[in-house]
């Protein structure tokens, strides 16, 4: 595999992707943009989008009724919320900030919203959930969200914490549940996830930046202070 960006090509370049002067693409590795999809909000779903879109389909969490936890509501849970909504299913947020739950609920259209640190909370909802898309990438306990698992439920984990989780075994045996990862996906998904982003008016929520605001934009998403996802308008910043 050859990532478009900071991977080493076969000719010993380096891959520069979105921040190329110009590239070449076989006609099998490019995706067609439905022209009804605005292109800043419809950017980071070629990465997010596929991220989430994947593992709901590959792991049968986009059969209409089921119930799907979204851990996290960041770059990749808030568009993980809205798929899993379009694909029919009773959404419900984990977050450990409480403050997001009027954006989670009344913005994106989540159906419920949980704050894992509320020990009251997450025992309700034990046992009530087909499966779980968790996009937390710093560490944390799993322990509580396979409880929130029902028999043969699945986690399956797209953040990518620094260190290695701790791994309960005893409540996976009880349950026959199943902890998966899941990572972006091919063209043929990728293409499937945008024209159904399009049929369904899904785009990111994003904030566009010019390419002199990067470093800036760097110093905020280290704070967290991104709603969701920056997007440098690099064709803007040229005409300028």
């Not at 995706?31 to 419809?42: N, T």
């Not at 792991?59 to 899993?84: Q, S, T, W």
């Not at 028999?151 to 984990?157: A, E, P, T, Y």
Request: hydrophobic fraction near 45%; charged fraction near 20%; glycine fraction near 10%.
């Amino acid at each position: 595999m050859i990532l478009t960006y900071n991977a080493l090509y076969h000719d010993g370049t380096i891959t520069y992707g979105g921040y190329s002067d110009w590239f070449v693409v076989e006609d099998r590795f490019a995706v067609r943009f439905p022209d009804s999809v605005p292109m800043d909000k419809g950017a980071p779903l070629l990465c997010a989008g596929v991220t989430v879109y994947s593992p709901l389909k590959y792991f049968n969490l986009n059969e209409p009724g089921k119930h799907v936890g979204i851990v996290g509501l960041g770059g990749l849970g808030h568009v993980a919320v809205k798929f899993a909504k379009a694909f029919g299913a009773k959404v419900t947020v984990i977050s450990t900030s409480p403050s997001k739950e009027g954006e989670a609920i009344e913005h994106l259209g989540a159906d419920e919203f949980l704050v894992s640190k509320n020990a009251e909370q997450m025992q309700a909802a034990m046992g009530t959930m087909d499966g779980i898309i968790d996009t937390v990438s710093a560490v944390h306990p799993l322990l509580p969200l396979i409880s929130l698992l029902k028999s043969h439920g699945k986690l399956i984990l797209v953040g990518a914490p620094e260190k290695p989780l701790e791994l309960p075994v005893f409540p996976l045996i009880l349950g026959g549940k199943v902890i998966a990862g899941s990572c972006i996906g091919g063209i043929k998904d990728t293409q499937e996830m945008i024209d159904f982003a399009a049929e369904h008016n899904i785009t990111a929520e994003v904030e566009v930046v010019k390419p002199d605001y990067l470093n800036k934009a760097m110093e905020r998403l280290a704070k967290n202070d991104v709603r969701y996802r920056f997007v440098i308008d690099v064709a803007g910043a040229a005409k300028a």
